[in-house]
């Protein structure tokens, strides 16, 4: 995926609700995490599944 945030904000616009996480070192900001070289962020589809999206930089 080239551009986390941009796809954040296309599938929220779309009603995609992004999971929020605050656990010792994994902290979500707007629904995204920055990890290092990785970039994610998870939702869950209609039947509860969490299914996420990221990139490495």
Excluded at 44 to 55: A, F, P, Q, R, Y
């Amino acid at each position: 995926m080239a551009d986390v945030p941009a796809e954040v904000a296309e599938l929220r616009a779309k009603g995609v609700v992004f999971q929020d996480i605050d656990l010792p070192g994994l902290k979500t900001e707007n629904g995204i995490a920055h990890l290092g070289p990785f970039t994610a962020a998870w939702f869950k589809d209609s039947e509860g599944n969490v299914l996420g999206i990221g990139d490495v930089r």
